[in-house]
């Protein structure tokens, strides 16, 4: 995967917010951390995303999603 311009400017800025507020132990784990943060707030807007899809009718119910899947799939239980 190719590094952009914006992913090395976000983590310089991440990085100098931890240089000033302590540091870190390597630049390998101030990398895992950002990438850990970056992960986080995905999934919390993936989340949001599919609370919004729930709740403007866009997405089914759980239980009727996995009804779907296994008509599709002819799996009976």
Known sequence: ????????????????????NGGADSLQSLLDDWTRARARERSVANIA???????????????????EIRDKLDWDE
Request: charged share 20%.
């Open 1 to 20: 995967m190719s590094v952009t311009s914006e992913q090395l400017a976000d983590f310089h800025q991440y990085a100098n917010q931890r240089l000033a």
């Open 49 to 67: 995303t599919s609370r919004q899809q729930y709740e403007s009718g866009e997405a089914l119910p759980v239980d009727e999603a996995f009804a």
